[in-house]
């Protein structure tokens, strides 16, 4: 296994590391909100969530981690997975992602997300190699509430014929 390897797997590790508790983060607060899109939107917008420097900060590392300088250094990836990994770990200090998921919409929610954006993620692996797996579990994490209003969106049906517990 060269360095190269390892370094994409750890920047990869990273990336789902703190995918999973962005999209906790943000399915707890929907939850939250009683599923209500328009209210989760207007959270959003209201708080500035999209613009909170954890999600800055992961947007300056996907957009670094897609420049020349990242794909040609192993050093510069490295940097960019100990960004992500503390981002992950600010995330989960901040407690915003501490409570369990109490239903088993907020977990069918969850789960659908996780189960598409890890599919999607082995789909970029499998083609494209680790490190690109690890960018897109990066932009994932980024946009991880315009990923939950669509999946909420979505997912309305499934749940009105479920009876939405």
């Known amino acids: 296994m ?10 990869l590790a990273a990336g789902l590391f703190l995918l999973v508790f962005m999209l906790r983060t943000d399915v707890l607060k929907i939850q939250e909100l009683n599923y209500d899109n328009g209210q989760f939107y207007d959270w959003i ?3 500035d969530e999209y613009l909170t420097v954890r ?3 992961a947007l300056v590392i996907f957009i670094a981690s897609v ?13 960019l997975a100990i960004g992500v990994v503390a981002l992950g770990v600010s995330v989960v200090k901040s407690g915003t992602c ?14 659908v997300m996780l189960a598409f954006m ?17 960018v897109t579990a990066v932009f994932f994490s980024t946009f991880s509430y315009a ?9 309305i049906p499934v ?4 009876g939405g517990n």
């Open 45 to 47: 917008t209201t708080t």
């Open 55 to 57: 999600r800055i900060l």
């Open 67 to 79: 420049t020349t300088m990242a794909i040609d250094s192993h050093f510069v990836v490295a940097a």
């Open 2 to 11: 060269t360095l190269a390897t390892i370094i994409s797997i750890l920047f």
């Open 147 to 155: 990923f939950t209003l669509a999946f909420n969106w979505l997912m």
């Open 98 to 111: 501490n409570p369990f998921l109490s239903s088993k919409r907020a977990w069918r929610l969850f789960a």
């Open 159 to 162: 749940e009105n014929r479920m």
């Open 118 to 134: 890890l599919a999607v993620i082995v789909g970029v692996a499998l083609t494209t190699g680790l490190y690109y797996a690890g």
